[in-house]
């Protein structure tokens, strides 16, 4: 585990759970070693952080890689941070920059650690649950890793979309994680990806209750960009 990423789950961690009170189900599903993928649903940016936060083992994320290269002191210290925490850098712009996301992962997975997935690839707009894209089930059985199914519900009241500091006490959190899916043996083929990206996605929507729309999200266009949308 990164030191720094040590350094806030003995600091930060027991202050967030203090502060949010989530309600955690089904930690017995997470392997105690070994590299796994988590992939869940997206109701806002306090779900890294409190996935982070009651996940026991390290968990990379990823991140804007501009915020990897700024300048100057803020820069400097964004790239400490997020190379302290361990996050994986993605190029947001498409194609095959988006793709050098992907093959960062497999090595980390590979070694054994875990890494965080949200196959809606943006936050739900309306707390509904989206259609996955195929990015988890690809890295999957490229890594040779299970996907552990997350559903997390009250985020989106705890911190809505557009707003930039979580508030406690707005409403119950509750983080359930599923039974592994092990994709061992399965073809990365386009049709294989799809029908084990669709299984991935009702497991998640089993844990969340949330109504499922089987079309892409919508894209945002905001002001400030987030990189863990």
């Known amino acids: 585990m990164p030191l720094l990423y040590t350094i806030g789950k003995l600091t930060v961690a027991p202050a967030l759970r203090l502060a949010f009170r989530p309600h955690v189900e089904g930690l017995e599903h997470i392997p105690a070693t070994g590299g796994a993928i988590f992939a869940g649903n997206h109701l ?10 009651v996940v026991p083992r390290h968990l990379a994320f990823w991140a804007k890689s501009e915020y990897f290269k700024g300048t100057g002191v803020k820069g400097a210290i964004s790239k400490f941070v997020l190379t302290g925490l361990g996050a994986i850098p993605v190029e947001r712009a ?18 054994g650690d875990l890494v965080a997935v949200y196959p ?4 739900s707009p309306d707390g509904r649950l989206y259609r996955g894209r195929t990015g988890a089930a ?13 559903g997390v519900t009250g985020t989106d009241k705890a911190q809505p979309i557009g707003t930039r500091v979580p508030r406690p006490g707005r ?6 994680f599923g039974k592994p899916l092990d994709f061992t043996g399965r073809s990365d083929d386009r049709t294989s990806l799809r029908e084990m990206t669709d299984e991935m996605m009702a497991e998640i929507q089993k ?12 894209k945002r266009v905001e002001p400030t960009a987030d990189p863990t949308a």
């Open 94 to 111: 498409g194609g095959r920059a988006a793709l050098s996301a992907f093959d960062a992962a497999i090595p980390v997975l590979k070694a």
């Open 138 to 150: 690809r890295l999957a059985v490229a890594a040779g890793v299970p996907i552990i199914p997350v």
């Open 207 to 218: 844990l969340t209750g949330q109504e499922y729309v089987p079309r892409y999200a919508p």
């Open 171 to 176: 409403a119950e959190i509750t983080i359930r």
């Open 44 to 53: 806002s940016v306090a779900d890294e952080l409190l996935l982070g936060t």
């Open 120 to 123: 809606e690839g943006t936050r």
